[in-house]
């Protein structure tokens, strides 16, 4: 069967279309028309495409927005195959089944790698690892936004969709009208014959809803019109004026406010409390306790008439904590930890090749260095909320998540009621960045909302709790050790790294059913690392696993984030110790890996890498691949007395094919504000079990002044689309502390490169 071609027949009765999907032989992920909600007078066509009676087009949205344009690249890969423009596409949330399910981001976080798939040392459980999470991609379709998945993971099913709802359409007109379907057109949403017929969607779609389309082939690439096209965003004019509602903006009749306060002390609890005054405040109504659930720490709740009354109310509360078990967490400690890891013990091996240290004990030159990256917080602008309403034994939820399906089973866990008992209405999210793959401020939302009953009270985390109970990004160490030959070109690579696990941490909060009573091999701890692109024979890259107790969680571009600082910095080391130009040395060691030499050279020209920069300023360069796409950077700065001042930042990316080339223009802008942010300012520090950073004065911020001119250059490609969102986040800090190094001459191993403790 030809790639673009698909085999549809009818099932189940009149419009149930089941689909062989290649990918997916055992399952149909263009799905059943009773799939979508009904609406007066529209038809679905399966369990993606709507027709309203005006000829528009409702696509079922199963990705949360965030920023990252998703609800304009789907409904463009939709409106292509449907041949109308993408103004007519709208789109309303997807329901619970499992065609909705994120494959792609699901296989983005196994424990596995192609280069592992030979190992015997621990392939056995990370074969097994790749069965069960595939498994539960396919057959329970877990639905979540992340890993820079989305239009990866609806590439062909969104466009197979919309492919077949378009033959089920011309099939009706062809019916209707008794001409062969070959001689009918589309466009813009109207069916056409020579003969003059002609006949809109919405005419035919009673009609198309019980037509089977027949054999449906997805369009050639060369008849793209909307796919490959820039296009505004579909999100910005709600936005802009006011109507785009985020979580927080969410208001119902009746409709209560709740603002927490968590112990200080990481995993403590409330201990005696004394509510009197507050509780005696204009508008104040109820003190509700919060036990520690999906990885939070315990606190309480006050509600009250307005935000604003709840918020005053939560300090007047007067409490003697508890500290419980992390009371003697430390990052500084745990730093040391870290390194007696990665000196004692070998972790788990993910990639090996060569003789390492046969090669080590032959070498020329030896060259060592360690590496050091931070806790890190999300921060995302607008903080954790959610508003519940609990009654008569339904639960129903607003809330900006990432995974829209591990909040449901969350609320019902917390209520008490059956699944199909709790409704879920996702918003726009004021930023997500991983954070919001966690459910623990809905579980929150719901435990208040209980106390309320049938009510709907929106609970609002203050800036502080936010700074102070995130699932952070865990710290790491690593030490690079390479093998040099005469002409200071590296020989063997030994990497050994140490840092806690992300995933099997994440799955015991938000997928309980799934976790293991033994953590698989995490890769996200060695990504970046054991997949590098550099061609050096003898290499073996390492990871030991720690668990320090402070609750960790996925951060935009997980460890790629740290791992490239790791990896870029250290190839920038290699070239000073052979005395080589960084990006000379770079072109030499991709000499197997086309696709990375090509972004890195168009990086390299567009920022005039061969031209002297302007005086008072230094240039850096790095290349990282994550997500399926690659990335070189090239970043220019100055010091402005001793502080950096990043002036332009050249990006070059190969993410396959583009449906949007405006998107990733503006997802590296903001990787590079994003990253920009971490490299130059973040850290989270703990003493005693308690977060010291509080708010924006100590955990700081770019700001717009200094925010530097972005230029972003797309190789071309005919790949399948590869994400966005993050892979523009991890080059961003090695570029700039090589960048610093040509400035300075002062090599920096530990983030951030600006210290505001």
């Not at 307005?306 to 300090?315: D, F, K, P, T």
């Not at 993910?350 to 050091?372: I, K, M, N, P, Q």
């Not at 402005?640 to 190969?654: F, L, S, Y």
């Not at 989270?684 to 717009?704: A, K, S």
């Amino acid at each position: 069967m030809k790639r673009r071609t698909w085999l549809v027949g009818t099932t189940a009765g009149a419009g149930a279309l089941l689909v062989g999907w290649a990918a997916l032989p055992q399952r149909s992920r263009v799905g059943l028309a009773s799939m979508m909600v009904p609406g007066e007078g529209d038809f679905a066509l399966n369990g993606w495409i709507k027709i309203l009676p005006d000829g528009g087009v409702v696509l079922a949205m199963p990705r949360s927005e965030m920023g990252q344009g998703v609800h304009t690249a789907l409904p463009q890969l939709a409106a292509e195959e449907l041949d109308v423009p993408l103004s007519a596409v709208g789109i309303e949330q997807a329901g619970w089944d499992a065609i909705y399910g994120n494959v792609a981001l699901l296989y983005g976080y196994l424990p596995f790698h192609p280069r592992e798939e030979s190992r015997e040392d621990g392939f056995g459980r990370v074969k097994a690892g790749r069965w069960l999470i595939g498994k539960v991609g396919r057959e329970l379709g877990v639905n979540a936004t992340g890993g820079s998945s989305s239009v990866a993971d609806a590439w062909e099913v969104v466009r197979l969709a919309a492919a077949t709802a378009r033959a089920s359409l011309v099939g009706a007109a062809s019916l209707g009208w008794k001409l062969p379907a070959e001689e009918l057109q589309v466009a813009d949403g109207v069916v056409t014959h020579p003969s003059g017929r002609r006949a809109g969607y919405g005419e035919l779609a009673r009609v198309a809803a019980a037509t089977p389309p027949g054999q449906v082939e997805l369009k050639d690439r060369k008849q793209w019109r909307v796919i490959g096209r820039p296009a505004p965003r579909l999100d910005l004019p709600p936005k802009v004026n006011g109507q785009a509602r985020f979580g927080i903006d969410v208001r119902l009749p009746g409709m209560r406010y709740a603002a927490l306060r968590l112990a200080p002390t990481l995993g403590g609890a409330p201990g005696r409390i004394d509510a009197a005054a507050a509780l005696a405040m204009p508008g104040v109504e109820r003190l509700v306790m919060l036990p520690a659930y999906a990885g939070s720490t315990a606190g309480f709740a006050m509600v009250a008439g307005n935000s604003w009354q709840a918020l005053q109310a939560v300090q007047a509360v007067q409490v003697e904590w508890r500290a419980g078990l992390h009371a003697r967490l430390d990052s500084a400690r745990i730093a040391r930890d870290l390194e007696d890891a990665v000196r004692s013990r070998e972790g788990f091996t993910f990639h090996s090749e060569g003789d390492v240290d046969g090669v080590a004990r032959e070498g020329t030159r030896t060259l060592e260095a360690w590496y050091h990256a931070p806790f890190l917080a999300h921060a995302t602008l607008e903080p954790m909320n959610a508003t519940a309403r609990v009654d008569g034994g339904r639960v129903e939820v607003w809330a900006p998540t990432q995974v829209p399906q591990a909040c449901r089973e969350a609320a019902a866990r917390i209520a008490g009621v059956p699944l199909d008992r709790v409704d879920l209405h996702v918003t726009f999210l004021g930023g997500g960045f991983g954070r919001r793959l966690e459910v623990d401020y809905v579980a929150q939302a719901v435990r208040v909302a209980m106390d309320v009953p049938g009510v709907p009270v929106q609970l609002i985390w203050p800036r502080e709790e936010d700074t102070t109970h995130d699932f952070y990004r865990p710290m790491h160490v690593a030490r690079l050790r390479a093998t040099l030959d005469a002409q200071g070109r590296p020989v063997a690579l030994h990497v050994r790294s140490a840092g806690d696990a992300i995933a099997p941490r994440w799955m015991e909060r938000a997928l309980p059913a799934f976790a293991g009573p033994v953590d698989l091999p995490d890769k996200t701890g060695s990504e970046g690392l054991f997949d590098q692109p550099y061609a050096i024979s003898h290499q073996r890259i390492q990871h030991v696993f720690t668990r320090s107790g402070v609750p960790v969680g996925f951060w935009r571009s997980v460890g790629h984030s740290h791992n490239a600082f790791f990896m870029e910095s250290f190839i920038d080391e290699i070239a000073a110790e052979g005395r080589q130009d960084p990006l000379a040395l770079r072109r030499s060691l991709l000499r197997e890996s086309p696709r990375h030499l090509a972004v890195l050279n168009l990086a390299a020209e567009r920022a005039g890498w061969d031209r002297p920069p302007p005086p008072g300023r230094a240039r850096g360069v790095a290349l990282h691949e994550s997500f399926g796409a690659v990335v070189a950077q090239v970043v220019e700065v100055s010091l402005q007395g001793t502080a950096p001042r990043v002036h332009r930042v050249v990006c070059a990316i190969d993410c396959g094919t583009v449906v949007n080339p405006q998107i990733v223009a503006q997802q590296m802008e903001g990787a590079v504000v994003f990253g920009l942010t971490a490299a130059l300012y973040g850290r989270i520090d703990i003493r005693q079990g308690v977060v010291q950073q509080r708010n924006f004065p100590d955990y700081g911020m770019l700001r717009l002044a200094s925010a530097p001119q972005v230029e972003t250059h797309i190789v071309p490609s005919e790949g399948a689309p590869a994400g966005v969102g993050e892979p523009g986040v991890p080059p961003l800090a090695p570029a700039l502390a090589g960048a610093l190094f040509a400035l300075t001459g002062q090599r920096h191993r530990s983030l951030p490169l600006v210290d505001l403790a």
